[in-house]
């Protein structure tokens, strides 16, 4: 008897023909289990560019959220005297509530300046969510807050009073 041809019976008996059709369903029971787990995943991933962007306020989206971030802005304390110049560059997600979350401040410029524009962007009214094959889906964006110092102290006051004007109206 030839060792190599040899052949030990496995947990069906003699019948590998068996054993080779119930290792084939396993691997495909495991995965349609993945896909199926997987489908719920995507439903919570987060999108940067889908059919219907989200909306700020109506059909000008961005154009209101630059006049909102401008308009409740305020200047740090600490912008009389430091006169910073910079970016900063902030993300956030529009879920599927419209709700803005996950704030994150992916290039900041001083705490301070950073802790602003967060609570500027958090403060922000509901958006209109976006929109992926006519289902809500959350959507990143990415955007950027330019700070200019002022000449003087008197400019950078002037400024501070014109924005309190703007929120008491």
Known sequence: MNPA???TPGPFGNNALTYSFMRIRIIYIIFYV???????SQTDSVKQIVEEMPLFE??????KFREYVINNLMYPDSAVTNKLNGW????????????????????????????????????????TPGKENGKPVNVKFSYPIKFISFDNENNINNNRNKQKHKRNR
């Open 58 to 63: 109506g059909v000008e989206g961005l154009n």
């Open 34 to 40: 993945f896909c199926f787990l997987n489908s719920f």
């Open 88 to 127: 900063v560059m902030v993300e956030f997600i529009v879920d599927t509530t419209g709700q803005v979350t996950n704030i994150n401040v992916v290039k900041g410029l001083r705490e301070d300046y950073d802790k602003e524009v967060v609570k500027v962007i958090s403060n922000s009214p509901k958006w």
């Open 5 to 7: 041809r040899h052949h």
